[in-house]
């Protein structure tokens, strides 16, 4: 099983970048995914999470308005837009397998996800 995150890159503060998140191995159709981010010398942090269908989506307060998570089970993919960047939303981004097709109450926290990719940076700069 392997989860490929890419996309990421530098831009400037206001800009916008899509990462998508690949898997081989796994169809993705089965399960609720997730994206992380982890600063320096920071915790790694919930970002967003879509169910297996793309019916329900759930968003980070930090990133609520600007982020947007989407899904394509066909291509076996899932992708987060991210809009109106700002210096603080720079991290390596990750994405990852939900424990459940659906999300529960634990859906914001890392420890319930299963497979995760190897990480995208996103730098933004002031």
């Known amino acids: 099983v392997q989860l490929q995150a890419s996309g990421g890159g530098l831009v400037q503060a206001g800009g916008s970048l899509r990462l998508s998140c690949t898997a081989s191995g796994l169809a993705l159709s089965s399960y609720a995914m997730g994206w992380f981010r982890q600063a320096p010398g920071k915790e790694r942090d919930f970002v967003a999470a879509?169910?297996?269908?793309?019916?329900?989506?759930r968003y980070a307060d930090s990133v609520k308005g600007r982020f947007t998570i989407s899904r394509d089970n066909a291509k076996n993919t899932v992708d987060l837009q991210m809009n109106s960047l700002k210096p603080e939303d720079t991290a390596v981004y990750y994405c990852?397998?939900?424990?459940?097709?659906?999300?529960?109450?634990?859906?914001?926290?890392?420890?319930?996800?299963?497979?995760w990719g190897q990480g995208t940076l996103v730098t933004v700069s002031s």
């Open positions: 990852a397998s939900y424990r459940h097709p659906y999300l529960d109450g634990a859906y914001d926290s890392k420890e319930f996800y299963t497979y």
């Open positions: 879509i169910v297996w269908s793309g019916t329900v989506t």
